[in-house]
């Protein structure tokens, strides 16, 4: 932006110029505009004053030095207002996050141990079952009326056999009378 304009509102003006360092001081009292904030400078184009920002950058041997102290003073004393605020706040966030993290950490030691409560719990009931299991198993092998099925059952597959023999002994004698009928039958032709 070229020096001797300024923007208003987003418009673009042209920037007030002044013959001497006291117009431009008349001008910013009667103006009402806070020495604090703006401050008389000479333009290095036209050498003429304007009336600018305080920047230290833009801060040369004509601006007063009681104008740069005042600034300096009032930047400082806002920076320390800001740090007055800002420490302890950023403390206490400090706190609150390790907090919270502690307690998310806690939450999530508590969850672990709650589930390897219930592993341990599970694994004791499948422990018990099995051995349970395994003597009711037992003791169904050993019970009178398992033996008394399997003697049965023993007894069962000996008359299937001897029925089974008595059957083949059946046929062959079918055959053998079914061949002498055959022979009976071919005389009688
Ligand atoms: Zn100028």
């Known amino acids: 932006m070229n020096p001797h304009w300024t923007t208003k509102h987003g ?13 431009a ?25 304007h009336i600018g920002h305080i920047r230290p950058k833009k801060m040369n ?8 102290i005042r600034y300096i003073t009032r930047e400082r004393d ?3 207002q800001k740090l007055d605020v800002l420490v302890p706040y950023t403390k206490s966030l400090e706190k609150r996050l390790r907090a919270q993290q502690e307690e998310r950490e806690d939450r999530h030691d508590h969850e672990i141990e709650k589930y ?20 009711l ?20 597959r000996a008359e299937m056999k001897t029925l089974q023999e008595v059957l083949n002994r059946v046929n062959v004698e079918n055959a053998k009378l079914k061949a002498r009928n055959d022979h009976e039958e071919d005389n009688v032709q």
């Open 25 to 49: 001081l008349r001008f910013m009292d009667e103006n009402n505009i806070d020495k604090f904030v703006y401050h008389p400078y000479v333009c290095p184009e036209c050498g003429m004053w």
């Open 78 to 80: 806002r920076f320390k």
């Open 11 to 23: 418009a673009v003006a042209p920037k007030a110029q002044f013959k001497t360092i006291d117009d």
């Open 61 to 68: 041997k004509d601006v007063p030095a009681e104008t740069i």
């Open 116 to 135: 390897e409560k219930r592993i341990s719990v599970l694994e004791k009931t499948i422990e018990r079952l099995t051995t349970e299991n395994s003597n």
């Open 137 to 156: 198993i037992k003791d169904y092998r050993n019970s009178e009326w398992f033996k008394s099925l399997e003697r049965a059952n023993k007894q069962r």
